[in-house]
């Protein structure tokens, strides 16, 4: 008895491990037919020209013509990004699909720090290259860094967010610090030798910046730090924090502040990871306690006071960036809604083919064309200080906002597999609750601006 052996497409199935299968090895003894009603079916459907699909447990036929419409369109396309950064874009776009969208559920399970990615970004010059050629860096701009962004996060937001962080807040020693701090700072971490990191926020403070308890007080030579930080990406990992501390106690709130470079390694400072979080599990921050915690005046970055000012115009900069976060993140969101409905068979056709879907996946196309064409337009009125508050609040606003609308139609286009942990979609939902938060809560970004689309 001669049996038959077909590999038929069955997009959709899941297997009883619950890994879904695209094709399906099927054996058959014709003389026994009756007695493998699947198989049978399947193989009926398939010498047909039809297609096979599981749809509310049970198999159904779709003719040849009911396929599943592939997406067709780049949505990170160069055209909106200026011509300089497109290649470091191409570059990141090759790392990210190598290196990171293999790895995002490994780290997300796992929760461990990605060193190994980490340091393969640094041989290929991705991290910390925003530092500028006199320091060893590439001097990247802003444009070119939000370029990287969207691609690293869209690959997956919690190892891109290690490999952005790696440098955070060391931008703002290249701006304001001596020529000795620069040399002595920002080499090593252009280099990748050393790790940094920015330390505003506190366990009882987030969103007001002039009113951080944190305070370092002045003795001779020496900077007394005592407090606490949280939320400090890599706090642990790091081999010196820039820490945003009070050392003035006048009656304009906006000139308490000062921003000091704080050795990890300076007795008093104290760190440990904070618990484990729901979203981008592959960055890791940390709870930090400065306990008479001391630094010598040559660690104190710019004048003493200029700290609330310093930080502000850094959060312009970093805001554009965090724009590119949310434009990755509604990009892959964009993506897993737009494959899982075109595969998905429902009443007899795709549930791509209801005109309610089809309307669902052009607003989040258009949403994110409009975060994308904001978020560089942002870049670009920021390097050129063009009302840089405005625009860094409106880009990042609007891309994390599409991000977590993206996200939750997403979610609803998956149905009950959007309870999957290591689904891809639920990842990103996971991810997009965070960059509507951090460099500023979206609420504090609209109070921005409201304050300056108004007279002064
Ligand atoms: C993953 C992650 C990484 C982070 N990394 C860093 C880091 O490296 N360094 C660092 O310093 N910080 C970091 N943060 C902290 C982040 O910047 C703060 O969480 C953020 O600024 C909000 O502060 P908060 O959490 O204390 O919220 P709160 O200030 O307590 O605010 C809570 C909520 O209240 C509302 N709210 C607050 N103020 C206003 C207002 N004026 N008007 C209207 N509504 C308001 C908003 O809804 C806000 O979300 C990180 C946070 C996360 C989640």
Redo the contacts with the bound molecule.
């Keep these: 008895m001669r049996c038959v052996h077909e590999h038929v497409d069955v997009r959709g199935f899941r297997a009883p491990n619950h890994r879904v299968v695209q094709h399906f090895h099927v054996q058959v003894n014709p003389s026994r037919r009756h007695a493998h009603p699947f198989a049978c079916a399947v193989l009926a459907a398939f010498g047909r020209g039809e297609r096979v699909a599981r749809c509310q447990g049970f198999y159904r036929t779709y003719p040849a013509a009911v396929q599943p419409r592939r997406m067709d369109v780049e949505l990170l396309s160069d055209d909106v990004v200026p011509e300089h950064a497109r290649a470091v874009k191409q570059d990141a776009r090759a790392f990210a699909a190598e290196h990171i969208a293999p790895h995002a559920e490994e780290y997300y399970a796992s929760g461990e720090y990605p060193w190994e990615v980490l340091e393969a970004a640094m041989d290929a010059g991705l991290v910390a290259q925003d530092i500028g050629e006199d320091y060893g860096g590439r001097g990247l701009d802003l444009t070119q860094m939000l370029a990287i962004a969207e691609e690293f996060f869209r690959a997956d937001a919690g190892i891109a ?1 290690t490999l952005q ?1 790696a440098s ?1 807040g060391a931008e703002l020693v290249e701006e304001y610090g001596t020529p000795a701090q620069k040399d002595r700072l920002l080499t090593p971490v252009a280099n990748n030798d050393q790790l940094t ?6 366990p009882e ?4 910046l002039a009113g951080m308890q944190t305070t370092a007080e002045r003795d001779g030579d020496e900077y007394v730090l005592n407090g606490e ?7 642990v990992e790091a081999d010196w924090v820039t820490v ?1 501390a009070k050392t003035g106690d006048t009656d304009d709130r906006y000139m308490n502040y000062s921003l000091f470079a704080v050795p990890t390694d300076t007795d008093g400072y104290e760190a440990e990871h904070i618990p484990e ?1 729901m ?2 599990r592959a ?1 890791k ?1 940390a709870h930090i306690v400065l306990d008479d915690c001391r630094v010598p005046e040559a660690n104190l970055i710019g004048t003493e006071g200029g700290g609330f000012m310093m930080l502000t115009d850094f959060f312009n900069h970093g805001r554009v960036v965090v724009a590119g976060h949310g434009l990755g993140l509604a990009a892959a969101a964009f993506e897993e809604a737009w494959d899982f409905v075109h595969d998905r068979a429902g009443f007899g056709r795709t549930v791509s083919d209801f005109q309610s879907v089809q309307h669902s996946l052009a607003d989040m196309r258009i949403e994110f064309e409009s975060a994308r064409a904001l978020a560089y337009r942002a870049a670009e009125k920021v390097a050129a200080h063009d009302e840089p508050g405005l625009w860094a609040a409106m880009a990042k606003t609007k891309a994390t906002e599409v991000a977590t609308a993206n996200a939750e139609q997403g979610m609803q286009f998956h149905g009950g597999r959007s309870n999957f942990t290591d689904r891809r979609i639920a990842r990103v939902y996971r991810d997009v609750r ?1 960059p509507v ?8 970004q ?2 921005l601006v409201y304050r300056q689309s108004g007279d002064q």
Excluded at 205 to 208: A, I, M, P
Excluded at 437 to 444: H, K, L, P, T, V
């Design positions: 967010l962080l955070f990191g920015l330390a505003v926020s506190e403070v987030g969103s007001n930080k949280y939320w400090i990406g890599n706090g945003y979080k979203g981008m960055s921050q965070i938060i951090y460099e500023g809560a979206n609420e504090i609209r109070n």
